[in-house]
């Protein structure tokens, strides 16, 4: 199938493109197209004009943001002067640039881990950071990312800054807090401070670079004695929204993460959690299925931690 027709423009600032969707209530932001376009070739997305901000530079970067940094507004942890206690990224900031920069790979380890996962190479070349967090899909292991680190994404609207912590940003299936006539700026992914990190992240689907059945994310700090000292542990694909497990991850504080410990955890975390059922999955499998590859990605952070 062909889109609908629509109308196009190049917005040249974040203002302009503000501008332009509180002109035209069916208007969309596009910037590298990789959800959006699909959606339009099947007629499942009709917007009336497309307003592209994928040159707008000051919307593509990667850097640290410091505690002295008045921008911070204090809520990261983190503790030194001139200490990052962030990686803010650009929303139009292209996947695969994230995927090889080495800032991204030193202090936020497990969107490293997940960004090799997001598609296939030719997709991750023109979809963007700030493209996968506004449509909100929870099999998008960039949005599970963010909400097992407790990011915080920042948008313009209305001539205002807003901001959100991940796990309040996205409410449903492809629905978020994102104003109709808002531009996503930027998502901040905290910097652990912890000498001993590991990640782990693992998916099932049906083929590699295809969506998620289920997913599970986890970043683990450990002391000396191979006993975690701090934990993010995260489920994807498998609910609605991604769910951040905070109770498991401060259960296993102290502990040294055995499997036995975490698989009992999980399962008691998502004994009460509704779980999504379709053609590809049912809701049993992707329970059984998420509580496993929570096992495992915590598994891999422990290992990999108690190496660093």
């Known amino acids: 199938m062909k889109p609908a027709p629509f109308e196009y423009s190049r917005a040249r600032s974040v203002e302009e493109a503000c501008a332009l969707l509180a002109a035209d209530d069916g208007a969309r932001l596009i910037a590298g197209g990789q959800t ?34 008045p921008q911070l507004h204090g809520r990261e942890e983190a503790s030194g002067e ?7 990224i650009g929303a139009t900031t292209k996947q695969a640039v994230v995927e090889h920069d080495a800032l991204v790979r030193a202090k936020v380890p497990l969107l490293a881990k997940a960004m090799p996962l997001v598609g296939h190479d030719a997709t991750r070349a023109r979809g963007t950071i700030g493209g996968s967090l ?9 949005v599970l990312t963010a909400v097992t680190l407790g990011a915080t994404l920042t948008w313009r609207v209305d001539g205002r800054t807003e901001q959100a912590e991940a796990s309040q ?19 901040r992914f905290p910097v652990w401070s912890e000498p001993r990190v590991g990640t782990g992240f693992h998916e099932v689907n049906e083929r590699h670079g295809d969506f998620a059945f289920a997913a599970a994310a986890a970043q683990i700090a450990v002391d000396g004695d ?39 955890l999980v399962a008691e975390a998502l004994a009460e959690v509704e779980t999504m059922a379709d053609l590809h999955a049912s809701a049993e499998y992707r329970r059984r299925a998420a ?18």
């Open 36 to 69: 959006l376009v699909p959606l339009m070739a099947m007629r499942l997305a009709r917007p009336t004009r497309l307003v592209d901000i994928a040159r707008i530079p000051e919307l593509a970067y990667v850097r640290d943001v410091h505690v002295d940094d």
């Open 82 to 88: 001139g200490k990052a206690a962030a990686v803010a």
């Open 134 to 142: 506004a449509n909100g899909d929870s099999a998008a292991e960039i």
């Open 169 to 187: 940003f996205f409410l449903g299936p492809m629905v978020t807090a994102l104003p109709p006539a808002a531009c996503l700026l930027e998502a």
């Open 226 to 264: 191979g006993r975690c000292t701090r934990a993010a542990l995260g489920i994807g694909a498998a609910t609605a929204v991604p769910l951040r497990l905070d109770g498991v991850a401060k259960a296993l504080q102290g502990t040294r993460c055995e499997e036995s410990l975490v698989r009992r």
């Open 291 to 308: 509580i496993t590859l929570a096992v495992r990605a915590v598994s891999d952070a422990h290992r990999t931690a108690r190496r660093a």
